[in-house]
């Protein structure tokens, strides 16, 4: 099994920056694809970005230059860096967690809002 605990979300003015954090635990060792996924309210949640263990990385096309993801040396935690956020990024962020290589894995965190002022 695995957790996964996001942290870092807030309420920010537009142009701002956040950083969220997500750390894994339990079976971490068998993670081999991680990612951010958001849900604003009457829209489907979407792949905002996911990296690999090997460090391949995926972004969604409107954040692409924004948002950067990134893992630590260990694999336990990884962070997405958000600036010149806008109020469309405003959403509940989830971390998802996969022992596969594609960003699409069973294992979810609770979830952290972002809320993005104008």
Not at 58 to 76: H, M
């Amino acid at each position: 099994q695995v957790q996964l605990v996001e942290s870092g979300g807030g309420l920010v003015q537009a142009g701002g920056s956040l950083r969220l954090s997500c750390a894994a635990s339990g079976s971490i060792s068998r993670l081999n694809a991680m990612g951010w996924y958001r849900q604003a309210p009457g829209k489907l949640r979407e792949l905002v970005a996911g990296i690999t263990s090997g460090g391949r990385t995926k972004y969604l096309d409107s954040v692409k230059d924004r948002f950067t993801i990134s893992r630590d040396n260990a694999g336990n935690t990884i962070y997405l860096q958000m600036n010149s956020l806008k109020p469309e990024d405003t959403a509940v962020y989830y971390c998802n967690g996969n022992f596969d290589y594609s960003f699409n894995g069973a294992y979810w965190g609770p979830g952290t809002q972002v809320t993005v002022s104008s």
